[in-house]
């Protein structure tokens, strides 16, 4: 059985982590999968949207503590494998940012550590009503730092210092009122919900949306008045784009766009 299943439908690929067992810890072989199948992604002009789950009743409770465990054994004192891991583990993340396509979490059980880390990575969360989020390395001596990097770019500043500090869970119903995520839905809805906003996502015209995502972390990294200039050239070279002609003809003529991409 495959660790990571991925499964195209239509417009949006739905990849599932599938190690149950080890509520979908970002192992080794977990974070070699996610890369590997994010890169086979990146390029498939097809795919519009891409959402990422977990198998059993987590969706990622983070590093997997006993391969670090072993790591620690070697006769550096695991120092050389432990940059190598959060190395890959970093690598992902910045994959997941720079990929073409909007990535979803689908998230339902506990998003704790590197696994909160991913969902505050993804460009967009939903939420079972019952998810349980932390950063609590903090509670085995180990400080979340690289999940503080996502974590802190999502949440106000006082509240990520908080939970990594405190180690403490926060609701899904919190997790939406600090920005963390986008949507909290009951259990029994989670796969559709999800699927249902990749979908309105995948409808819009590929081209207009694979650019705004570049140009959307872009802007939020330069001052004010090197934003708009960055984003006024955005505009027009999107404005050059012949579906994009033709989707504002067919709003001005009342009728559905016939894009060809």
């Known amino acids: ?62 590093h997997d503590l006993r391969q670090m465990a072993e790591k620690r054994k070697e006769a550096d004192g695991g120092v050389a494998a432990f940059r ?11 994959r997941i940012r720079f990929m073409p396509q909007p990535v979803i979490a689908q998230v339902h059980g506990i998003a704790t550590a590197a696994g909160c880390q991913l969902v505050a990575t993804c460009d967009l969360a939903v939420a079972a009503k019952e998810t349980r989020f932390g950063v609590n390395g903090v509670n085995i001596g180990l400080f979340c730092s690289t999940p503080m990097v996502a974590l802190s770019r999502n949440i106000a500043r006082k509240k990520a210092f908080e939970m990594l500090t ?51 972390y872009q802007q939020l990294e330069l001052p004010v008045a090197e934003a708009y ?27 559905p766009p016939d894009w060809s991409q």
Do not use: W
């Not at 796969?191 to 949306?209: F, H, P, R, Y």
């Open 1 to 62: 059985m495959a660790i990571l299943e991925i499964e195209v439908r239509g417009p949006v690929a739905h990849m599932t982590m599938n190690a149950p067992e080890r509520l979908n810890a970002l192992s080794d072989e977990m974070l070699e999968a996610l890369q590997t199948g994010l890169d086979g992604l990146a390029n498939n002009a097809q795919v519009r949207v891409i959402t990422i789950a977990g198998a059993g009743k987590a969706f990622c409770a983070g």
């Open 84 to 94: 190598d891991l959060f190395d890959r583990c970093s690598a992902l993340m910045a």
């Open 166 to 216: 405190t180690g403490d869970f926060i609701n899904a119903t919190r997790a939406e009122e600090l920005g963390l995520i986008n949507r909290v839905v009951e259990s029994d809805d989670l796969s559709a919900a999800t699927a249902a906003l990749a979908d309105q996502i995948a409808s819009k015209l590929g081209s207009a949306v694979r650019l705004g995502k570049v140009a959307f």
């Open 229 to 255: 200039a960055y984003t006024g050239d955005v505009m027009v070279e999107n404005m050059q784009n012949k579906d994009t002609q033709e989707g504002i003809n067919a709003f001005i003529e009342k009728r």
